[in-house]
């Protein structure tokens, strides 16, 4: 069974630390793991040490598939396997993306802009209600990292977020480097997102490192999951933490991907803002 | 149901055809980059992002046909065949044929057979575990399937494979320029098989007569049938030197 631990750090769990993890459990800096579901479809070799795994830690899917921004309904097959892999491995929570990747005879491997309007809205919580009907359980949508908007635009991001949350009873996964991303590519603050954002709804965090990339001149943050938490991630992260109770959070590295250790003392760091939070909360408190 | 703003669609025709539909262009804010800029970080990561599942899928292309060529036909193949499923696992399984049929890998004759090779090592990787015969538990069959009382069949992770080329050998020359060169003459048939024992997949070169043996059961022959219609061609065929190697890395499921 897996061991009680009180951190609410968890690790992206990814091929290359299969083996050590299971060796060596690092219960001292995580308390859970999330997976990618795709990735373990069929029983094959990737399920079997996810079964060993799931003896350790708790384990959340993160899905990269639903496509739940789409203007066509989820896939009823896509869904039917991901009902399958959650019988089997019985994680604890859901969670997909507020994007669409699906469009006609094509699936692309990317997690693709949603304008804020009216009629996507619509469509995203249709897909979420669907999806939360098959599956027999609440998700959790996860806000992107985008590299344009739209002029049809409606309505700002955290509203289309808030909205989506408000009629389908679906949760939150607040990425703080999308969020870091999102301003720096389309011109907000950070906190004024955080203060916007209903954050009741909120049940994970995501941390993860952006690549700047230089286009004409001009800096874009690329959400590449491939290196550190920046310093204005670990500031942002720190300002949520300070105004509002803290949840389970997860280090994300999907390239280049790092030695173990790198990642977990990412988890450390994460976890020492946290403490230090709490610590000055119940130091406010008692004032 | 289409959308009134079908950007979705026109979105997905641009990233998968380099050209950027201007109905699109007109549509995203340019906030001091050109919308064709900002469609291009799109692209990059749609296409590009999947050229690097195949070359992952597929990894002994570069080593044997370059980077730049292994690169191109992997674009080629993404803008002509995008992913049907967000199940990546799934895609480009039919990756081996698609390059046989290129006329530019003429040049690399043997290319589509180490496709096809390392197509079997992916599938392997991810098929469903399945009870099998082992060296731990076959003693306890061995009546059964005398009597005919057990059906054997291949383990879903075992694939078969014949090629001109010794596949295994150039990969390894691929691979480690140390290696000894193989023969590349083409004149002789080789014969594969792909297993899985436990979490590792192995290929393996296999004689004329073990490849026709695992055939017939592949397409549903018993073993007495299989064994029979072997024997008929390949009289000399060492059943049971076979048997105990295939029975070691977990062959035959039941």
Redesign the interface.
Known sequence: MPQANKTVMGLGLRHPHYRQIIECPPHEQISWVEIHP??Y?????????LEKIREDFPVSFHG????LG???AV?A??LQ?LKILIDQIEPFQFSDHAS???????????L?PL?Y?A??LD?LCRNIDQAQHVLGRQILIENPST??????DEMTEWAFLNEAVARTGCALLLDINNIVVQGHN??FAPTDYLDQINFAAVKEIHLAGYTP?E??G?V?Y?DTHGEQVHNDVWQTFTYAMAHYNPVRTLIEWDNNMPDLDILLAECAKADAIITKAQAQGAEDHAA | MPLKFDYQQQMKDALLSNHDDVALMDEICADGLSAAQRMGIYRHNVVGGLVEVLLARYPTLVPLAGDDFARGMAQRYILAHPPQSANLNDYAADYAAFLAAQDEAAEFPFLSGIAALENLEHLAYYAAFVPCLTLENVDGFLPRIEAQDLTVRLNPAVGLLQSAYPLRDLRAYAEDNNCPAPDMSGGTPHYFMVSRRDFMVESHEISAAEFAFLNAVAEGADIHRALEQTLQNAPDFDFTASWQKWVEHHVFAF
Request: aromatic content about 12%; glycine content about 12%; cysteine-free.
């Open positions: 795709e990735n479809f069929g029983g094959g070799i990737n399920f079997k040490f990269v598939g639903l496509s789409s203007a066509e896939s097959h896509h396997q669409w990747s699906m469009s006609g005879n094509a699936h692309l491997n990317d693709l304008a309007t009629e996507n469509n590299y344009l908007r739209f002029k049809q389309h011109g990339r286009i004409d001009q874009l690329i």
